[in-house]
């Protein structure tokens, strides 16, 4: 199976032994070995996948690198974290996508059936879009942040608020709603973005970036 490893905060090495890496198109920054690259319109979806994501303007350009050999990814300076998926589905914004391989099945969700028409809401204030990336299975995903990572627990009796600009992913079984906090905008003196937030509530983890997109 292809082996993750992070050479420093922002840059993923990949290594291949006869296999297949999907990674988002220009990523590549470096490669050693017998590797064969070629754009990957479907990359770990099936073709009903691919068409939603047609319909729906929510797609992500990858590149599939093949073969044996250590492959190095990185992307605008942005920060690099290898999200560990061992039989569940990891729920994340496309845009923050680096790398995946084909132990995981890349899919495309409704945001809204994940929280009811909350969850819509949130991809609306957001701006990130009413849908997201599925990847489910078990392997690893590398993503993209401005800053470090970080994972927050979310339990049955502590639920976690999150700015829809800060949210980058979750995986467990976590229902979404917007809450508005009116002595927080009022503090902030602006009509949006810090006066939304997103409470999620269940058992998992929301993901979520050191600072705003």
């Known amino acids: 199976m292809p082996v993750y490893q992070q050479i420093n905060e922002k840059m993923l090495e990949v290594k ?4 297949e890496v999907f990674a988002r198109k220009g990523a590549m920054v470096s490669y050693q070995g017998e590797v064969q690259f070629s754009r990957s319109f479907l990359a770990g979806q099936g073709v009903q996948s691919l068409a939603m994501r047609a319909v729906t303007n929510e797609g ?13 990814y990185a992307h605008a ?4 974290t290898i999200i560990p998926v061992r039989g569940e589905t990891l729920y994340v914004e496309s845009d923050t996508l680096l790398a995946f391989d084909a132990r995981l099945t890349a899919g495309t969700m409704l945001l809204g059936n994940q929280g009811g028409i909350q969850g819509v809401v949130r991809g609306a204030v957001s701006g990130q879009g009413l849908f997201t990336t599925t990847l489910q299975g078990t392997g690893e995903v590398a993503i993209l942040s401005d800053g470090n990572t970080i994972g927050l627990p979310v339990t049955h009796d502590v639920p976690v608020f999150v700015d829809p600009q800060a949210y980058i992913g979750h995986t467990g079984q976590l229902s979404s709603n917007i809450v508005t906090d009116l002595n927080w905008k009022t503090f902030v003196g602006q009509a949006s973005g810090e006066s939304y937030q997103v409470k999620f509530t ?3 983890t929301v993901y979520i970036q050191a600072s705003e997109r």
Do not use: D, P
């Open 16 to 19: 291949l032994s006869n296999e």
């Open 77 to 80: 300076g942005l920060f690099v």
């Open 60 to 72: 992500y350009a990858m590149m599939a690198a093949k073969g044996s050999g250590s492959v190095y």
């Open 202 to 204: 269940g058992q998992g």
